[in-house]
């Protein structure tokens, strides 16, 4: 199971081409959920090298960041900046959760959406532009990529309901025991911790981790609240979010 978890998790989250698992069930799902920090050690590297190559060549920090943004959406085949965006655009479509839901399933990006596509995207480089003038930048910033996928067994800890029974997160969604969630958040944690040390101070950092719960568990609430449940995009929306709200508490340090 946990080979199956860790194919299902790595071709989910990341671009990076592996076999099919032999076995997708919601045990296999949960189990991926819970892997996601490490499972998208592939992005972690390239954003590491990303900033390293950035320093050693003299690129600006803003460009720099700007660089890791766009590796990380060429990485993930922008599936979770899709989701940001169809998630926006659901919560503003209407007042009727079917119709939220097929602006989320079927619309083309709306204001909502490519507004909140723009704010997040600013906001991470932001951060990632104070943060890459730190000496031990390059790991860091590797840290808190794995760190901010945590929310993915957050978001899928048994419990939060599906807003539909079908689509790429019907399957994810409710599939993490409360143990397997605790158990990623503390690794994001500790990795977290790390990160802030590196930079001066583990606090920002902390503080940040838990910032993050807080904004990813408010979504969660709208989410349930407004459409009855979450879905796969809402997963996206939170990996983007959870990412930068950690890149703005290390840009604190």
Same mark, same amino acid.
């Given at each position: 199971? =946990?080979?199956?978890?860790?194919?299902? !998790?790595?071709?989910?989250?990341?671009?990076?081409?592996?076999?099919?698992?032999?076995?997708?069930?919601?045990? /296999?799902?949960?189990?991926?959920?819970?892997? #996601?920090?490490?499972?998208?050690?592939?992005?972690? &590297?390239?954003? !590491? @090298?990303? /900033?390293? @190559?950035?320093?050693?060549?003299?690129?600006?920090? %803003?460009?720099?960041? +700007?660089?890791? @943004?766009?590796?990380?959406? =060429?990485?993930?085949?922008?599936?979770?900046?899709?989701?940001?965006?169809?998630?926006?655009?659901?919560?503003?479509? $209407? +007042? $009727?959760?079917?119709? $939220? %839901?097929?602006?989320?399933?079927?619309?083309?990006?709306?204001?909502?959406?490519?507004?909140?596509?723009?704010?997040?995207?600013?906001?991470? #480089?932001?951060?990632?532009? #104070?943060? &890459?003038?730190?000496?031990? *930048?390059?790991?860091?910033? *590797?840290? %808190?990529?794995?760190? $901010?996928?945590?929310?993915?067994?957050?978001?899928?800890?048994?419990?939060?309901?599906?807003?539909?029974?079908?689509?790429?997160?019907?399957?994810?969604?409710?599939?993490?025991?409360?143990?397997?969630? !605790?158990?990623?958040?503390?690794?994001?944690?500790?990795?977290?911790?790390?990160?802030?040390?590196?930079?001066?101070?583990?606090?920002?950092?902390?503080?940040?981790?838990?910032?993050?719960?807080?904004?990813?568990?408010?979504?969660?609430?709208?989410?349930?609240?407004?459409?009855?449940?979450?879905?796969?995009?809402?997963?996206? *929306?939170?990996?983007?979010?959870?990412?930068? *709200?950690?890149?703005?508490?290390?840009?604190? /340090?």
């Amino acid at each position: 199971m =946990l080979h199956d978890a860790w194919l299902l !998790a790595t071709g989910t989250l990341t671009a990076v081409r592996v076999p099919p698992p032999t076995r997708v069930d919601r045990s /296999v799902a949960g189990l991926a959920m819970v892997l #996601a920090p490490l499972a998208v050690l592939p992005l972690a &590297v390239v954003a !590491a @090298v990303v /900033v390293l @190559v950035g320093d050693r060549i003299g690129l600006p920090p %803003l460009a720099t960041a +700007y660089v890791v @943004v766009l590796a990380l959406a =060429l990485g993930t085949r922008a599936l979770h900046w899709d989701g940001l965006a169809d998630t926006a655009d659901g919560l503003t479509a $209407s +007042y $009727s959760a079917e119709r $939220s %839901l097929e602006v989320m399933r079927t619309g083309p990006v709306g204001p909502a959406g490519v507004v909140a596509v723009v704010l997040v995207t600013g906001l991470q #480089a932001a951060g990632l532009a #104070a943060v &890459v003038r730190h000496e031990h *930048a390059w790991w860091v910033v *590797a840290l %808190l990529v794995c760190a $901010s996928r945590a929310c993915l067994a957050l978001a899928c800890v048994r419990g939060v309901p599906s807003a539909r029974p079908d689509g790429l997160g019907a399957s994810f969604i409710g599939a993490v025991p409360v143990v397997g969630a !605790a158990a990623a958040l503390l690794v994001a944690a500790v990795a977290v911790a790390f990160a802030g040390r590196a930079l001066g101070s583990a606090w920002p950092t902390t503080i940040g981790l838990v910032v993050m719960v807080a904004v990813v568990l408010a979504l969660l609430v709208r989410c349930v609240r407004r459409l009855g449940g979450i879905t796969g995009d809402v997963l996206g *929306a939170a990996v983007e979010i959870s990412f930068a *709200a950690l890149v703005l508490a290390a840009a604190t /340090v």
